[in-house]
């Protein structure tokens, strides 16, 4: 069971790592998505520090603090369901399985998280 969470959790760790450096650099598709969301430019460092703190702490939590590791998995499922519903509420369905496969990634941690 350990290897499947371990394999899970880097996937998970790799895509919000980058993705969040992907958001730092403000990258046009990026900036895209964003626009037709109605996010404002201005959220963009913010949101990608809360995606590279998630996947430090899932990184922490594969090496051995496990608390951390939980933890950062809820706040990630919890970004992402928030990021899912900001594409409702837009009506942008076209790119909504991009924050979809981030969500169950990181609910997939969450769920082989607790069951370590």
């Known amino acids: 069971m350990f290897t499947v969470y371990a394999i899970i959790t880097v996937i998970a760790i790799l895509a919000n790592a980058g993705i969040a450096i992907a958001d730092f650099l403000r990258a046009e598709f990026i900036l895209a998505n964003s626009a037709e969301v109605g996010l404002p430019p201005t959220w963009l460092p913010w949101l990608a520090a809360l995606k590279a703190a ?20 809820t706040g990630l499922v919890l970004f992402f369901i928030g990021a899912i519903a900001a594409h409702i509420r837009a ?26």
Do not use: C, T
Request: proline share 4%; net charge neutral; charged share 5%.
């Open 54 to 73: 998630g996947a430090a702490g899932l990184l922490l939590g594969l090496v051995g603090v496990p608390v951390i590791g939980v933890a950062a998995a």
């Open 91 to 116: 009506r942008v369905y076209d790119n909504i399985a991009f924050p979809g496969g981030y969500l169950a990634l990181a609910a997939a941690s969450l769920v082989l998280a607790v069951a370590q």
